[in-house]
């Protein structure tokens, strides 16, 4: 089963545009983490929230966690070509194991 | 400062054949992390090891196996292929045991035929 959930599945904007995508999940987390993946390849960590923060920046990315409504959102502004990737939320299920949701596929489009 | 690596980068195996793919972890680093991806799906814990020991296990069969060496590099086994192998083998290593930011490498496509 699957801890986090990525809402939406896939997402088209314009360069310059700002992309929203976001992230449910169902049990209490010490922490969150999105990661991107570019063309099926490996993950590459971009900001990790935990349990007691509420908001985390990282140049162009802002990531929210609203732990009362079990949801967290990644926002990228000034969208540019090479933001096209899959994004995933993954959360804490145990001390060692982190459960991934299926992502969001997101292009921007010139 | 080495990233992740893993090998081979493509593998094609066929229905109960074994396979052994490999990884090597960040310099520093003494916890590595494989999952298993199947096309179009988030990453699947396999397991988790810590110096050599096993720290936990996903939801995985027993002929998933693995071994981390003492130079914290890791190995993960899998017998008796089956096509629902065929997935993208990913490696990840951090600098403590746990679920804090994990480091990738390419990861190791398995086709299972």
């Known amino acids: 089963s699957q801890q986090g959930e990525e809402d939406p599945q896939a997402l088209s904007i314009q360069e310059g545009e700002n992309a929203t995508m976001n992230c449910s999940y169902k049990?209490?987390?010490?922490?969150l983490q999105w990661y991107r993946q570019n063309s099926g390849r490996g993950l590459v960590h971009l900001i990790l929230?935990?349990?007691n923060e509420r908001e985390k920046h990282s140049g162009r990315l802002r990531v929210t966690l609203d732990t009362s409504k079990k949801s967290s959102s990644l926002l990228i502004t000034a969208s540019r070509a090479a933001d096209t990737a899959s994004y995933f939320c993954a959360t804490d299920y145990s001390n060692y194991q982190l459960i991934w949701g299926a992502g969001t596929k997101l292009i921007i489009k010139p | 400062e080495t990233g992740v690596t893993q090998s081979p980068t493509h593998l094609i195996k066929t229905r109960g054949q074994q396979v052994t793919l490999r990884c090597s972890s960040q310099s520093g680093h003494n916890t590595v992390s494989w999952y298993q991806q199947a096309l179009g799906q988030g990453p699947q814990f396999i397991f988790q090891y810590y110096r050599e020991e096993e720290n936990g296990r996903g939801n995985f069969p027993p002929r998933f196996s693995g071994l981390q060496f003492p130079n914290y590099s890791s190995e993960l086994n899998v017998n008796a292929l089956e096509l629902d192998d065929s997935a993208l083998y990913l490696c990840?290593?951090?600098?403590?045991?746990?679920?804090?930011?994990?480091?990738f490498g390419p990861g190791t496509r398995l086709t299972v035929l």
């Open positions: 049990t209490s987390i010490n922490n």
């Open positions: 990840a290593s951090s600098s403590r045991p746990g679920t804090d930011t994990q480091y």
């Open positions: 929230i935990r349990s």
